[in-house]
């Protein structure tokens, strides 16, 4: 069974997913500028938001690239990864409401950290249904950055109940790591074509 | 004319339906965990359809696998199909809000059969298309799953007026005896590919 | 240029469309059935709107695959057919949630007779780029059932302000008369392939 | 790595902000045409970014026609791209409810003026991929008709405060300037097909 229809539904899913979190932005009542001011922790959540669920799709590319087939099993690990990704929009419109205090700011990692979790049991589904020969397999390695990204959730979550602002920090920092769209793949599979 | 159409056209609307159905998780007034909990139903309630359209879309996938050429009777089987499928957020939301009581349960129920009897509806038009030898047709077989997911469901919509949890165990019992995808269709292929 | 980007955006747009329209049933406060009475205008006008919404995907279907090639003009025609298709789901909320009255029975029938009026220029702008002579422009040959169903709108329009119930008779009968998938096509087609 | 994927994850993403904005026309209480009224200026600049986003649509598609290869940077300059569109129906929305006035209408021109150059970001990155000797290079060629836009974003914002009409205008203006699909792209593209 060919990767195809997953790719084209996972993309519909992380679309829809994306443009949902800006109807969170909600059309104020008044007609200057300053009615924009209470939007701005929205809309600085929103772009946090975009911006992961980009690197999900960036790297959810790169990964379905170095796949050659698929059976229900990766079906099912792909939908648990959407399963927590249409949770983002949210966990972003409770913490954009209330303006990054700590009972949002956890439930907004848990979420990230459980969308994580999800997305690296996609990556062993596939390599195990691959074997630990195939491109897939060497592109991901030791998986540094994946495992340090769920470290940081790990130590952010609680941390949002004594600093929220540090916890906010390491989700930026967390973003801004992965940025770098998944070069490893990209690598790996640049001398087979 | 090939399927290749039909399948983009419904994973559009699956995916649609499934993220739609998020949209009922209000963001909540309050900036603590306790204001969560009411949530906490609709949360299930979202959990159980998303696995349900998740069944559907990976059954989706397989059926359409072994189907080799489409029609416009197929097309509105098809599109059938969907209607069901689209009245599952809304049958959600209001069990959800109304923490599974008795009226909302059964509608709940009336849906999944109603979509369930359109599925066995498209999967018959496709074989009667392809013929009695055809790849699906022998895939499907005398339908075991099919039949017995109609039957519990038949049984669960009354059941909710007298007992509404066990109506919620059958839906759920459902759910599980599909988690595991079509095997039969998939065998059936194998040795084709 | 290749058509089967054009299809891939009109699936989104109108797989958005039909499902967008199930928000207009909104959750009812109640838990009893009785509590589902007064959404049943809306659900009714939701059935109709749905099935116009899949004659319109059916025969967009079949009509580009008759069609080999586009350019620009196709492209906007194409949006021009989308853009008022886009206002079935509010044309169809104002006439559900107000029981099927003179003046949104009048807009519907006004959105619908724009809708087929858009579909036939996107079928001319489609023929005049491809000849007199062919696929396409000999399936629909005189347009019968097209010309017909403009006209019947054209009566129906004007009705809805002196008998609105005939007006609704008259979009359930043009619905009726395309439900029956656009068999001239297919037969034009089926020699070629 | 083929563009495929990415025109389809854009084609989602535009097919849904299309049809989101719809979600700003309200139905109203009343069932006359009178309570109708009150949504024109709302229809209108729905209709404004409906042409704006049909012709970023249309010149993506040309553009990425004439794409041949993507990285990892063309993914996120499109990313970029997609932020700002999904910022129209918001903007949209605040011009339309407050009847054009000088704050939501500078607002629409910063959001027109952030996309263009979210725009001309992917076009460079595109062409920097490819080379300047590239089919989408020459297609390109000095971009008078994408420079003259800018500038007259420029112009539109900032004169919105002293008279908003003009700055509507110029809008206008623009999207008619771009309603003629890029014929440089087509015609480059012509005589290598």
Excluded: C
Aim: hydrophobic fraction near 55%; charge should be neutral; avoid cysteine.
């Amino acid at each position: 069974m060919g990767s195809s229809r997953l790719e084209a539904f996972s993309d519909g899913v992380i679309a829809i997913i994306i443009t949902i979190m800006v109807l969170e932005l909600k059309v104020p009542q008044g007609a200057d500028f300053q009615s924009l001011w209470p939007l701005l922790p929205v809309f600085l959540s929103y772009v946090l938001s975009f911006v992961y669920l980009g690197i999900y799709w960036n790297n959810h590319h790169h990964m379905l690239q170095a796949t050659e087939r698929i059976d229900g099993r990766v079906l099912w690990a792909n939908l648990h990864l959407l399963f927590w990704l249409s949770l983002i929009p949210f966990a972003t419109g409770w913490m954009g409401e209330n303006h990054f205090t700590a009972a949002p700011t956890a439930l907004y990692g848990v979420v990230l950290l459980m969308a994580a979790l999800a997305y690296v049991g996609l990556q062993h589904t596939i390599i195990a249904r691959q074997g630990e020969g195939s491109l897939l397999a060497q592109a991901v390695g030791r998986d540094l950055k994946g495992n340090l990204s769920l470290l940081i959730y790990l130590i952010a979550v609680p941390l949002s109940f004594f600093h929220n602002g540090i916890s906010q920090g390491l989700y930026v920092l967390v973003a801004l790591m992965w940025l770098i769209p998944d070069r490893r793949i990209e690598k790996a599979i640049q001398p087979n074509r």
